[in-house]
């Protein structure tokens, strides 16, 4: 009985169309926002910031954005860590061609560059659906590892090719700490955050799931398939290109191509999966998950006492991963999201249970 | 039908000569009917005789190979069905085409498309015209949710309602477009006597109430007789009777080649 709408009639149109109409998800979402602000800078220590939290916050702006598209649209992409790519090189572009630009800006212009690469890629979505878009936005991958590792002006001539570059400094404030740089990505994520509710609750977010649900019916009502499609590869690789900048700046500080490599878009991928489709919170859980399982894995042997050595853990978690896809693909499309909201529909009942 | 002069307006549609082939299939040959405003027109005819391709070519899925459509007073060869969407042509599907993943609220609201105008700044902070349009609509939404009497299930994801009530909130999502022209792609089919008697009565009251013209397909003889001020028939992708259920009635061609098999 903690979690129940009886009673919370609501008596206005306005007050049901709220982000969180129940009361209960009012309270825990300033619960959540207490403990990421507040509990957790307090608690955690340097090493659980910088191997946990930050990547993870990365990681589940990224899968947000992803899930725009593939969750909410419909519209399979294999190009994430492209999209990341391009918001890392053009953020850093941006910065060390325009002087004194803010980074902030630098972080946001490499989103815009993701849009406009993400719109040109998005293209083929038209014709193509599927198995086939996947092949093609594979394409834009092979193509974005090959244009930053190949054409020098991108890395500005750096001789290896790896760039490296300045903790981020906006007016004067150096967020070099672990902590400071925590506290800056999750800013962005609940901003990111909060932008993703909006617009999958209004008319564009209508427009997507109409498209991916039933394209030929979505037309006759007056949506333009290519308005939808486009809008949700733009809204997705801005989401996905300013993670792309942060996971470069803030958290690798230093990079060489391979850091965007398909590896990175099938991550990216597998949360959204796991972590359920077409649901916000599914790519934070997602991320979350997918970041912390091989931490996990590692830590195993050694709790257990058991013997084991590093390349027996990294295929034992290739296994798990195959594993837990097929299941979620197979039993639970809906992801680590869709028990979150059973378990939240068991408690709204609790202690009755029917 | 005495009073239909006093009820029916000017043509609204009017569909000239119209054919259709897939490949070697002929669809539609050469079919030719007029729609006047605020009229029920029925489509009737065998399974394959080309009454959901006909609907098809009226609302721009399919262009014809030749002939030509005029809606309000407009001749054109071919458009795209968000134009035609745009012109207040709404329509429900043979099989149901509903957004399986969106709940029965969110599939009406999408209906409204076209009314909104929200930018894309706004919607993304959910302020200004964003907000107040998303409750402005969700009051007619709920006008629409209330008239079809599916208050108690508005929240539900329409995957889960059994067939019946899809087809309802079909009507409901293409009614939230406030068409002048609705085109209903047998709303009845599969449905029992109880559920098809509240269709009809929905249909009429949309007739009735908002002046729509409608133009619906319909196996049920007596759901098409009693509902349409005036009936097609097609065999083959020919038209082979046009007239008032009475007329369709006494026409010997039709019944030879479909009522007198079914009654
Ligand atoms: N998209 C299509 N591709 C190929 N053939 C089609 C298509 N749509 C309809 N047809 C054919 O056109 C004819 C008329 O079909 P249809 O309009 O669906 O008939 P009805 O709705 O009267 O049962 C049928 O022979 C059908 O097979
Ligand atoms: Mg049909």
């Not at chain 1, 290896?160 to 800013?187: E, H, M, N």
């Not at chain 1, 039933?214 to 690789?237: C, Q, T, Y």
């Not at chain 2, 007596?222 to 509902?227: A, F, I, S, Y």
Request: with cysteine; aromatic share 12%; charged share 15%.
């Amino acid at each position: 009985m903690f979690y129940r709408e009886a009673g919370q009639f609501k008596t206005s149109y306005k007050a049901d169309q709220a982000v969180f109409p129940i009361f209960q998800d009012k309270v825990f979402v300033a619960i959540w926002l207490l403990i990421g602000f507040v509990v957790i800078p307090m608690l955690a220590n340097e090493y659980v910031f910088r191997a946990i939290f930050i990547p993870v916050i990365i990681m589940a702006l990224a899968a947000i954005g992803l899930n725009l598209l593939v969750g909410y649209c419909g519209q399979v992409s294999l190009g994430s860590g492209a999209f990341m790519a391009v918001g890392a090189y053009a953020a850093y572009n941006f910065m060390i061609r325009i002087p004194d630009l803010n980074p902030l800006i630098c972080f946001l212009l490499g989103g815009l560059s993701a849009t406009v690469v993400g719109v040109i890629f998005g293209i083929p979505s038209l014709r193509i659906k599927g198995f086939y878009l996947a092949v093609a936005t594979l394409a834009l991958q092979f193509f974005t590892d090959w244009t930053f590792s190949r054409i020098d002006w991108f890395t500005n001539y750096t001789p290896s090719g790896s760039i490296a570059v300045q903790p981020v400094a906006v007016w004067g404030f150096v967020f070099d700490s672990p902590i400071r740089k925590y506290l800056l990505c999750l800013t962005v994520l609940v901003i990111f955050t909060i932008i993703a509710k909006n617009l999958v609750r209004g008319r564009i977010g209508r427009a997507w799931m109409a498209t991916r649900d039933m394209d030929v019916a979505a037309e006759i009502i007056g949506i333009r398939p290519i308005f939808a499609k486009l809008s949700a590869f733009a809204v997705s690789s801005f989401f996905i290109g300013v993670a792309g900048a942060l996971w470069a700046f803030v958290h690798l500080g230093s990079w060489e191509p391979l850091a965007f490599d398909i590896n990175l878009s099938f991550s990216i991928l597998f949360m959204v999966i796991i972590g359920g489709l077409g649901s916000i919170v599914g790519g934070m859980l997602g991320a979350a998950f997918i970041t912390l399982l091989p931490l996990f894995l590692n830590q195993l042997p050694i709790w257990l006492g058991i013997n084991m050595s590093t390349a027996m853990v990294s295929h034992l978690e290739y296994m798990i991963f195959g594993a837990l896809i097929i299941f979620f693909l197979a039993v639970e499309p809906l992801g680590l999201a869709r028990i979150w909201q059973i378990t939240k529909e068991k408690l709204r009942l609790w202690p009755f249970p029917h | 039908m005495n009073d239909n002069d006093r009820k029916l307006g000017p043509t609204l549609l009017k569909a000239d000569n119209i054919s259709l082939a897939f490949g070697g299939v002929k669809a539609l040959t050469d079919i030719s009917f007029e729609v006047k405003e605020r009229e029920v027109l029925a489509i009737i005819g065998p399974n394959g005789a080309g009454k959901s391709s006909m609907l098809n070519v009226i609302n721009g899925v399919y262009h014809p190979n030749a002939g030509s459509v005029t809606y309000k007073g407009t001749v054109r060869q071919q458009m795209k069905p968000h134009e035609a969407a745009k012109q207040g042509i709404a329509r429900t599907f043979q099989n149901i085409a509903l957004f399986k993943g969106m709940s029965v609220l969110d599939n009406i609201m999408t209906g409204r498309t076209l009314k909104m105008s929200a930018g894309f700044l706004a919607q993304c902070l959910y302020v200004g015209r964003a907000r107040n349009e998303e409750i402005e609509h969700r009051k007619k939404v709920e006008e629409i949710i209330d008239f079809l009497q599916i208050q108690s299930i508005r929240k539900t994801p329409v995957g889960r309602l059994p067939y019946g009530l899809q087809k309802r909130v079909e009507l409901g999502r293409a009614l939230a477009a406030e068409p002048t022209l609705l085109l209903l792609d047998e709303p009845m089919a599969g449905m029992n006597i109880e559920e098809k008697e509240d269709m009809s009565r929905f249909i009429l009251d949309v007739n009735d109430e908002f002046g729509t013209t409608i133009v619906l397909i319909e196996h049920d003889m007596g759901v098409v007789m009693d509902l349409s001020d005036r009936i097609v028939v097609l065999d083959y992708g020919k038209k082979i009777g046009d007239g008032t259920p009475a007329e369709i009635r006494n026409n010997k061609e039709v019944i030879d080649a479909y009522l007198g098999v079914s009654d």
